[in-house]
């Protein structure tokens, strides 16, 4: 199944139903008096985190919704019957944007966690409500009120504790193969990893946290090379990074350097990421057998790249180092979550800058994506504009009633 991190749909809300003008009607009752009743409430549409789907695909194919209308209204003061909501399933971790005014009406991060998108409309009045001693016999009656329409974008973004970042063939898929149950694919060639993959990192009874194994990044991904930022973005919601960094890069490049691109890109990309906490792993250093050259090469990286904080050594191919690893980053996520807990003003200033990160990112996606687009039109000159768009628009629009 395609990995689709992105979709945008519109849905509409059912109509309210009709209201009617009807006069009871009885033998021997000869001004029975208004007797019609109110239309039904058109459906809701609702979006809704579900754990049984892990990607937007389904949204990329049928691109409209529409909720069903309510009855019109019966008469003996019988109301129509209201329309059934609709429920549109999207995985956990799931933004959702209306696309007119640019706010984000909500932020899908657990299971069964639903938002209404687009409110049905009411329906309409009967005769019987505009009676008086006036106006004994009503002929008035209105119709249902419209449902909301709305063109929403939505926004996957990986729920991960700690993100893996670092250039390709750096080691991250075998890393999280050694630490959890995730299965990715893995290979002596660059970018093996072309989606974000998830593992459960479980340390004990009660003890766990998610990591994201990120496709790798090369100089310029800031500005749309390699595979650009286009999966950068699932790192937003990380409480941490976790640096991998080849210290012997079979490619015979400075490891030095190669470290410096991913703090060069993240910072292009989003200031606001790039200040997150950040653990260097020096990495694959099976490769290196002499002990003092080992310790003199990772001293040099360390020492040249002005590195302050943590520094870990590891194989990810032998699993030397990296139980320390995971072992730490539990600690320090624990610790982080109980102060949370007990300290509100923590807990606000760590929603805050959050949200900073997540409007930060969403900018700077959009405006690489509105370059990609348009450097992608001009040299596609002569060709209808519409073809000049993303790829992920060429899709035929179908419209989906959900009873």
């Not at 059912?14 to 007797?35: C, H, L, Q, T, W």
């Not at 973005?233 to 991913?262: C, E, F, M, W, Y």
């Not at 805050?352 to 930060?360: D, I, K, P, Q, Y």
């Amino acid at each position: 199944m395609r990995f689709i991190d992105e979709a945008v749909v519109t849905v509409k809300a059912g109509d309210g139903g009709n209201g009617i003008a009807s006069f009871r009607r009885e033998k021997y009752v000869p001004r029975g008096g208004p007797d019609g009743g109110d239309g039904g409430s058109g459906g809701d549409i609702y979006v809704i985190a579900a754990d049984n789907t892990n990607t937007l695909v389904d949204y990329r194919y049928t691109r409209r919704y529409d909720a069903m209308r309510g009855e019109n209204g019966h008469s003996r003061n019988c109301s129509g019957k209201g329309s059934d909501d609709v429920l549109l399933p999207v995985p956990i971790g799931t933004t959702i944007i209306d696309t007119e005014t640019d706010e984000v009406i909500g932020d899908l991060i657990e299971i069964d966690q639903k938002i209404l998108v687009a409110k049905g409309g009411d329906g309409g009045l009967g005769n019987t409500h505009f009676k008086s001693s006036t106006n004994q016999a009503p002929r008035k009656a209105t119709s249902g009120f419209e449902g909301e329409l709305k063109v929403l974008k939505f926004e996957l973004k990986v729920v991960a504790d700690v993100g893996l970042v670092g250039l390709p063939n750096a080691g991250k898929s075998t890393f999280i193969r050694q630490v959890s149950a995730a299965t990715p694919k893995v290979a002596d060639y660059p970018f093996t990893t072309l989606v974000p993959n998830l593992g459960v990192v479980d340390i004990g009874r009660h003890r766990s946290f998610v990591m994201a194994d990120i496709p790798g990044l090369i100089e310029g991904a800031s500005e749309g090379a390699g595979l650009g930022i286009r999966f950068l973005k699932h790192v937003a919601r990380t409480r941490r990074l976790l640096h991998l960094v080849d210290i012997k890069p079979i490619d015979g490049s400075d490891p030095v350097q190669n470290a410096r691109v991913i703090l060069t890109e993240l910072e292009r990309f989003s200031p606001e990421l790039a200040n997150l906490p950040q653990i260097l792993v020096l990495n694959k250093i099976d490769q290196v057998v002499d002990e003092s050259e080992l310790n003199e090469l990772c001293t040099h990286i360390v020492a040249e790249l002005g590195w302050t904080g943590i520094v870990f050594r590891t194989s990810t191919l032998t699993g030397e180092g990296v139980d320390a690893v995971k072992y730490h980053l539990m600690n320090e996520i624990e610790r982080e979550r109980e102060r949370e807990l007990e300290d509100p003003i923590f807990a606000e200033a760590q929603k805050e800058s959050f949200e900073r990160l997540e409007a930060e990112v969403r900018r700077n996606t959009e405006a690489q994506r509105e370059a990609y687009r348009a450097a992608r039109k001009a040299q596609r000159e002569g060709i209808d504009a519409d073809d000049s768009n993303d790829d992920d628009d060429d899709y035929d629009v179908e419209v989906v009633y959900v009873p």
